[in-house]
Each structure stands twice: as C-alpha cells, then as structure tokens.
C-alpha cells in the first residue's frame, strides 16, 4: 500500500515556474514507477510525466518544460514546471504503479493516487 501527497500548487504568471512535491509512504517506494498527470475542469485526466528506475518520459505537451526526478531516500517525487502556460492550469495527481507496464501513459497504469493540488497560470 502506497499513500501519496501532493503539494506545491499555486497561483503563478505565464512564463513562471513551480515545483510541485509528492510524499510517498511505504517501504516499497524505490520499487514504483511514479507519474505526474493533471485534470483541467471539464477534460478527462491527462498524463504528464513518469519516472521509473533509471527512465523519465513527458507528455509532448510539456517536454522542455517540465522535468520529472524522485529521491527514493526520502520517498519524494517531484515536478518542476518551467514556463508556464495558461494552457497547464489544472489539478495536478501524482501516482504510483508497476515498473513493467504495456501503456505507461494511461491512468489504469497506476494503482495509487494523490489528492491533487491546484495549479492555476494567469496570462
């Protein structure tokens, strides 16, 4: 069992930046791929960005822009979100799942969430 806590969110101007943090318990973290997706009002959840053992991956979307990393010592996960865009305005998940999946970039490809947290970029 995994139980995951965003944070970070916020209020920022377009071509800003944020880090948004995720806290992870359990002894098992090092053992998970974890992947950061969002969910704009009205839209279905989207993927963002996952981390496995040695490999990141990014949505087109946000490549350039954000960067995926984890510290498997203190069970953190984390985005870094540079220039931003109004477009990226949505509640952000973080999530955790198996390493060896066939669709690393669909929901069903993790098995526990975080509560979310709010991003909100002005323009």
């Known amino acids: 069992q995994v139980q995951l806590v965003e944070s970070g969110g916020g209020l920022v101007q377009a071509g800003g930046s944020l880090r948004l943090s995720c806290a992870a318990s359990?002894?098992?973290?090092?053992?998970?791929?974890l992947g950061w997706f969002r969910q704009a009002p009205g839209k279905e959840r989207e993927f963002v960005a996952r981390i496995s053992t040695t490999t990141a991956y990014y949505a087109d979307s946000v490549q350039g822009r954000f960067s995926i990393s984890r510290d498997n010592a203190k069970n953190l996960v984390y985005l870094q979100m540079n220039n931003l865009k109004p477009e990226d305005t949505a509640v952000y998940y973080c999530?955790?799942?198996?390493?060896?999946?066939?669709?690393?970039?669909?929901?069903?490809?993790?098995?526990?969430w975080g509560q979310g947290t709010q991003v909100t970029v002005s323009s």
């Open positions: 359990g002894r098992t973290f090092s053992s998970y791929a």
């Open positions: 999530a955790a799942g198996a390493t060896a999946v066939v669709f690393p970039a669909v929901v069903s490809a993790y098995d526990y």
